[in-house]
Nanobody
Framework: QVQVVESGGGLVQAGGSLRLSCAAS????????MGWFRQAPGKEREFAAG??????????YYADSVKGRFTISRDNAKNTVYLQMNSLKPEDTAVYYC??????????????????WGQGTQVTVSS
């Protein structure tokens, strides 16, 4: 069983920044592909960013809506993935979820590709 815990959400003005953290348990964290998803009220959960396992290069992937503004990174020594969010917009308001794919090297845009999910952290961007 892998536990995934997000933190770092909050209220920020448009144009501001936030950094989300995601701590995942497990001795083989570096082998996990990790993803960040978000779900706005009344909308489907959508992929925001993903990072491949370290042995496959730690490559990063982004949804078009966040590309150039969000940066995903991982610190395997801390079993943690980060999502740095800059130039935030009101449309970024959502619950942000971290997910771990423990048997996959590459992240997927589909939620079904992940084994474990965090409880989510609220991000609210005011105009």
């Amino acid at each position: 069983q892998v536990q995934v815990v997000e933190s770092g959400g909050g209220l920020v003005q448009a144009g501001g920044s936030l950094r989300l953290s995601c701590a995942a348990s497990g001795r083989t964290f570096s082998n996990y592909a990790m993803g960040w998803f978000r779900q706005a009220p009344g909308k489907e959960r959508e992929f925001a960013a993903g990072i491949s396992s370290s042995w496959s290069g730690g490559n990063t992937y982004y949804a078009d809506s966040v590309k150039g503004r969000f940066t995903i990174s991982r610190d395997n020594a801390k079993n943690t993935v980060y999502l740095q969010m800059n130039s935030l917009k009101p449309e970024d308001t959502a619950v942000y979820y971290c997910a771990a794919a423990t048997s996959a090297a590459l992240p997927t845009v589909g939620a079904g590709g992940y084994d474990y999910w965090g409880q989510g952290t609220q991000v609210t961007v005011s105009s």
